[in-house]
């Protein structure tokens, strides 16, 4: 299984991005789906996730800015970033969660950087 993110890249304060995630195999193999992200000097944090139902989770400091959606005829979750901030800046993994044949088994895209200059 491969996650192939795409998106990032350098954006002005207030900008918008979105950060696409391409599976290897069908959506509906992963319980969820994902995007976490790592600042320099801190550690991994989730953004937002969505169940294989549709149900989003979406982290505190993301609800009013970040959007996450899926494709299923393209086996693609995407992450709709609005009003970018400095403090934005990380790089951005996507990540899915086995299910069926794959429970238990954990998957992560390679990332994508997502640099916000002010």
């Known amino acids: 299984v491969q996650l192939q993110a795409s998106g990032g890249g350098l954006v002005h304060s207030g900008g918008s991005l979105r950060l696409s995630c391409v599976a290897s195999?069908?959506?509906?193999?992963?319980?969820?789906m994902g995007w976490y992200r790592q600042a320099p000097g801190k550690e991994r944090e989730l953004v937002a996730s969505i169940t294989s139902g549709g149900v989003r989770n979406y982290a505190d400091f993301a609800k009013a800015q970040f959007t996450i959606s899926r494709d299923n005829a393209k086996d693609t979750v995407y992450l709709q970033m609005d009003s970018l901030k400095p403090e934005d800046t990380a790089v951005y993994y996507c990540?899915?969660?086995?299910?069926?044949?794959?429970?238990?088994?954990?998957?992560w895209g390679k990332g994508t950087l997502v640099t916000v200059s002010s």
């Open positions: 195999r069908s959506i509906f193999s992963f319980h969820v």
């Open positions: 990540n899915a969660e086995g299910d069926g044949s794959l429970r238990g088994r954990i998957y």
